[in-house]
């Protein structure tokens, strides 16, 4: 007789439990950046491998006919600098090109790239804050430019507000990816941001090529971005992610050989989309 009453009191307990859990699983959007706020960890730095692939249909603007993007890397952020070490790989109509890529954003919004194709280098700078100076001429909302939020990713809770600034969101559920669970969210751009894009020709056709909804998927203890996907032309995955991986400083570091010329996108910029 105990043995069935600890066993009934065991499978009491297990409801209890179930039923708590169920009634305390987010349902809407809001209600998931208040669970980050409760269970995501704290942390500074992130390490993760990068994974994106890209297709890009014929007659898309700027593009000679169909164009795929095959980019494999490793992620590391640090407060807000980023850093990232990408082998790409580049299909444009039938021509290939493999291209290594280091490229990093500062913690004061600076861009830096070394690209080596084949022996050949070449790097560029700019200036990420200047982006948001020059988002209506560029036809893009002002949300999706800021310099200031690259330490977002750290933070799920300002990951989703940054989000809603330019899409309406809905928490689709819970799912599992690769063993893990993740929270899905389904991402369409609101109408605001369609007008801003919409008053700019080349997006408004680059916009035309593309689903307006995304998919997004979070660690559901984490809140850190797995996968992000966009219809078929874009996918985007973190992998392998390491927190509070003991970055410092000193790794967030990008050093360009002394006999490759800089280009400085800034200038290019301003002159293109300036109003001076």
């Known amino acids: 007789m105990k043995t069935v009453l600890k066993t009934m009191g065991l499978l009491c307990l297990t409801l209890v439990m179930s039923i708590t859990t169920y009634a305390d699983e987010p349902k809407t959007v809001e209600e998931l950046k208040a669970h980050y706020t409760k269970v995501a960890p704290k942390f500074e730095s992130l390490s993760a491998d990068y994974v994106m692939k890209m297709n890009m249909a014929e007659g898309a603007p700027g593009a000679p006919g169909p164009m795929t993007f095959n980019l494999n890397g490793t992620f590391d952020m640090l407060n807000d600098a980023m850093l990232m070490d990408i082998e790409m790989s580049m299909d444009m109509n039938g021509q290939k090109m493999n291209i290594d890529m280091d490229l990093l954003v500062d913690d004061s919004g600076m861009m830096h790239m070394l690209m080596d194709m084949g022996g050949l280098k070449q790097a560029m700078k700019m200036d990420m804050n200047l982006l948001t100076e020059l988002a209506d001429d560029l036809g893009v909302p002002e949300a999706a430019l800021k310099a200031d939020k690259m330490g977002m990713v750290l933070n799920p809770s300002t990951m989703l507000e940054t989000y809603q600034d330019m899409y309406d969101l809905n928490l689709v559920g819970k799912e599992v990816l690769d063993g893990e669970e993740v929270y899905k969210i389904?991402?369409?751009?609101?109408?605001?941001?369609?007008k801003i894009i919409?008053?700019?020709?080349?997006?408004?056709a680059q916009m035309a090529m593309l689903d307006k909804t995304q998919t997004v998927l979070l660690g559901a203890k984490d809140g850190i971005m797995r996968q992000l996907k966009q219809g078929n032309m874009l996918t985007m995955e973190f992998k392998n992610i390491q927190i509070d991986s003991g970055l410092t400083k000193d790794d967030m570091n990008l050093e360009i050989p002394a006999d490759v010329q800089v280009m400085d996108l800034s200038e290019m910029m301003k002159a293109q989309f300036g109003n001076e």
């Open 186 to 194: 389904e991402a369409t751009m609101n109408a605001e941001t369609l």
């Open 198 to 204: 919409g008053e700019n020709p080349l997006m408004a």
